[in-house]
């Protein structure tokens, strides 16, 4: 391995990180990292977009993963970590993926292209950013004095990738909750088979948005708060959404960028996928467009269409992980569309969180649509993409990613401008509904081939916050 000289002047020597509500202390990368949520409600981004230049991105061309990794990570941890020591943690994070591309592009026809995110251990795309996600927990942690205490909920893919990405590591105990009976039997058999004692998982009785509110409520538990560090590794996490620009610039450069604008389509829950696609924009990759690409459960799309982001109901679909109605990352978004004013983002998210509805500002909408389009898709038009998938482009890919697909054909973009859809999710994840769209019945890959035959553990508990928080504050004191 050589590196080239490379003008250091124009390097960032410390990034910080401020919060979109204006009103949190700015913190380092390291501090970002390990707090998640600002104290004031609002979410941390870094103080300025680092730039990289079309000869830097050119430069990319023909890197690995892992050094493609280092030079677009490289700035925004500037100051907390050095690019050998984050050169060693993306080795150890994506040592773990089965593909030796970490995420390949695929082609489908002449302008239609796969990004697979899935190869990670618990083949869904969350895998990239928490196997980071969890190393820098552990290098942030290593030789200092505090436990953290990471405790969430989930409807399926977060849960397992949480824990693949945390256990076994020191100062870390993870409690993950899922509602019982309502988690498929892969997705469940992905977090309980994993048996190290820092894990614990927790099914509860009752709903996904019973679990969650439980999660919530912890958080701003003030005994439990004293008796605990809390930590939460949702999407929020600024860390999360960083590990994700990497590939948009990893497939760009591979379809001729920067000398030619790629676009990408991206099946979208809660905004932070589709936001890390806007942040490899912001430093200066040419991206023709972003299709925002959602279910029925479709607030940002109606955002994006009319300006109207209000929440409805949960509608239930084939692709679980979608079914949000409000989207969290969007306040990263707005943040940038009101000129960086947090007084600004705070009156707006005051208001949306009082009223479940706001209307965006016509300039904040027009500032947006240059970037973004967006279409909301139906489970006929999923399972009609997901067949054309099959047909034409002789892939067979999942419900969530068909949404992607079906966006990015319905949508009328430039025909000579290559359309990368993000592969969030390995087909065997929601095998179901992949064969009632295609009557193929797609088999797990050899890795998990035993999923079914290893110990489970987890514990029952009522939906009753008392009962949950008193296993939670007792088995951290054990661990
Ligand atoms: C989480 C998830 C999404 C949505 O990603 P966001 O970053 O929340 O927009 C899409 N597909 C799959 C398979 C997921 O697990």
């Not at 240059?370 to 099959?390: H, K, N, P, V, Y």
Request: aromatic share 8%; net charge negative.
């Amino acid at each position: 391995m050589f590196h080239f000289a490379r003008n250091r002047s124009r390097r960032i020597s410390v990034m910080d990180y401020i919060s979109t509500r204006g009103s949190a202390p700015t913190l380092d990368f390291r501090a970002a990292t390990l707090a998640g949520l600002a104290s004031d409600g609002g979410l941390y981004v870094p103080a300025k977009w680092p730039q990289l230049s079309p000869d830097e991105i050119r430069g990319l061309a023909g890197l690995d993963y892992v050094e493609t990794a280092v030079r677009v990570m490289a700035p925004f941890v500037a100051g907390a970590l050095g690019e050998d020591e984050l050169r060693g943690l993306c080795k150890a994070a994506y040592g773990r993926f089965s593909h030796d591309a970490v995420t390949p592009l695929v082609q489908l026809d002449h302008r239609h292209w796969l990004l697979e995110l899935f190869h990670g251990p618990t083949l869904a795309f969350k895998d990239v950013a928490l196997q980071l996600l969890g190393q820098l927990f552990e290098t942030f942690l290593s030789g200092g004095d505090t436990d953290i205490t990471i405790v969430g909920a989930t409807s399926g893919d977060t849960g397992s990738a949480a824990i693949e990405a945390v256990a076994g590591r020191e100062h870390i105990q993870i409690f993950m909750l899922h509602p019982e009976g309502r988690v498929s039997d892969v997705q469940r058999r992905q977090m309980t088979t994993v048996l190290a004692p820092n894990v614990h998982n927790i099914s509860i009785d009752g709903s996904f948005d019973d679990a969650q509110a439980m999660v919530k409520r912890l958080f701003g538990d003030e005994e439990a708060r004293a008796k605990v560090t809390l930590s939460a590794v949702n999407s929020i996490n600024w860390a999360r959404l960083m590990a994700q620009v990497v590939y948009y610039f990893y497939a760009a450069v591979r379809l001729g960028g920067p000398d030619r604008p790629v676009a990408f389509s991206v099946p979208t829950g809660n905004f932070g996928d589709v936001f890390a696609g806007y942040v490899a924009a912001q430093m200066g990759l040419p991206v023709a467009k972003l299709v925002v690409a959602t279910n029925v459960n479709d607030i940002l799309h109606r955002a994006l269409a009319s300006g109207d982001y209000s929440a409805g109901t949960v509608t239930p679909t084939a692709t679980p992980s979608m079914d949000i109605q409000v989207s969290s990352n969007f306040e990263r978004l707005l943040f940038d569309l009101a000129g960086r004013d947090g007084a600004a983002i705070t009156a707006m998210m005051g208001e949306f969180d009082a009223k479940r509805a706001m209307t965006i500002p016509a300039d904040m909408l027009a500032g947006a649509r240059d970037l973004f389009a967006s279409a909301s898709i139906d489970g006929d038009t999923m399972a009609l993409a997901l067949r054309w998938a099959q047909e034409r482009g002789g892939q067979v890919i999942d419900p969530h990613s068909a949404v992607g697909l079906a966006a990015a054909r319905a949508l009328n973009l430039d025909a000579d401008i290559p359309v990368v859809t993000l592969a969030t999710a390995h087909p065997a994840k929601f095998r179901e509904a992949v064969e009632r769209a295609t009557g193929v019945r797609p088999s797990l890959p050899a890795r998990l081939g035993n999923l079914f035959d290893r110990e489970e553990r987890y514990t029952r508990l009522p939906g009753d916050y008392d009962a949950v928080k008193a296993f939670i504050l007792a088995e951290s004191a054990r661990g």
